[in-house]
């Protein structure tokens, strides 16, 4: 299990224009929890598996792994012959009904299983009372677990401005629509004080 740690933005800072319309956030329970709930969430998710590719991990990717039957080869050292064989056609026929229910059953999305199982190694949480969310990650090796906490951290960070950023390219395109609507009306004016003067001497 690897941790990183990230911690939200409390100070007062005008570095950008995105300050003036969207503040940082309040520290509250409640939006901690809304922060911790999006570390968790399908979308983050699927960021990481593309940006580390996944979905070539046979760690995460259950089609990848192979199952040779090298476990029931070891029971067989210790079962009857009789009892291993009768495993084996138990097994058979259970792989032949999953078929069978697989076959009727709608192919499921590609990426569902892998983000699934890339969600039972997330754990995030509050550090006490602090502004800063502990963000820990568990895999099979060490560098793995790693590289995931470390990118699923930057990924969060990352959605954090883009939200930013979107939110403030928003508010500068209502304003110069509203830049040129009042240009028109103040043009419109001026050309109304013209013709009064040249009616009016």
């Known amino acids: 299990t690897a941790v990183s740690t990230v911690m939200l933005e409390t100070r007062p800072w ?6 003036a319309v969207i503040p940082g956030l309040p520290l509250d329970a409640a939006v901690i929890a809304g922060e911790v709930e999006v570390l968790h969430s399908r979308q983050l998710a699927h960021t990481v598996v593309d940006r580390l590719n996944l979905r070539e991990h046979p760690e995460f990717n259950p089609d990848l792994v192979e199952d040779d039957g090298s476990w029931l080869a070891a029971l067989s050292e ?11 056609g138990l097994l058979n026929g259970l792989e032949s009904e999953e ?3 697989a076959a009727a059953a709608p192919e499921p999305r590609p990426d569902k299983k892998v983000i699934d199982e890339f969600l039972k190694g997330v754990a995030a949480d509050q550090v006490g009372q ?5 963000v820990a990650f568990t895999a099979g090796d060490p560098w793995t677990a790693a590289k995931v906490a470390n ?15 979107a939110v403030t390219r928003q508010a500068n395109k209502w304003l110069q629509s509203r830049i040129a609507e009042l240009r028109a009306q ?3 004016s001026e050309r109304a004080i013209e013709e009064f003067r040249a009616r009016s001497g």
Not at 14 to 19: L, P
Not at 78 to 88: H, K, N, V
Not at 151 to 165: C, G, N, P, R, V
């Open 14 to 19: 005008q570095v950008t224009e995105a300050q």
């Open 78 to 88: 210790y079962w009857p012959t009789e009892l291993t064989a009768y495993a084996q």
């Open 99 to 101: 078929d069978q229910i």
């Open 130 to 134: 602090s502004p800063v969310i502990r």
């Open 151 to 165: 990118t699923l951290a930057e990924s969060y960070i990352d959605s954090q401005l883009d939200s930013k950023s």
């Open 186 to 188: 103040v043009e419109a």
